[in-house]
């Protein structure tokens, strides 16, 4: 069964910082690009980093370019996304997705 679990998440003061796991089984992880998104209340659902299969590349867009930082351990089939500097409106739910697998999401406030 394939299957992506996203931990995690949670209440944040402006400016703080969280680190976001994605557990994933099914499938060949080593061989998969995986990706984080996050969806906010109301708004489209926004892709916010990229990672290769290897780990060779990433990408961001240019909202969190500086602040996130994407990895993986493909011995452990985990992916993270380590956030710092959050702001209020990156309030969201954040998801992981290896193509057409999605997770469940975790929440994520930044509130003071």
């Known amino acids: 069964q394939v299957r992506l679990v996203e931990s995690g998440g949670g209440l944040v003061q402006p400016g703080g910082s969280l680190r976001l796991s994605c557990a994933a089984s099914?499938?060949?992880?080593?061989?998969?690009?995986m990706r984080w998104y996050r969806q906010a209340p109301g708004k489209a659902r926004e892709l916010l980093a990229l990672?290769?299969?290897?780990?060779?590349?990433?990408s961001y867009t240019d909202s969190v370019k500086g602040r996130f930082t994407i990895s993986r351990d493909n011995a452990k089939n985990t992916m993270d996304l380590q956030m710092n500097s959050l702001r209020p409106e990156e309030t969201a739910m954040y998801s992981c997705?290896?193509?057409?697998?999605w997770g469940q999401g975790t929440q994520v406030t930044v509130s003071s």
């Open positions: 099914g499938f060949t992880f080593s061989a998969t690009d």
């Open positions: 990672i290769t299969s290897s780990g060779g590349t990433t």
């Open positions: 997705s290896a193509g057409v697998v």
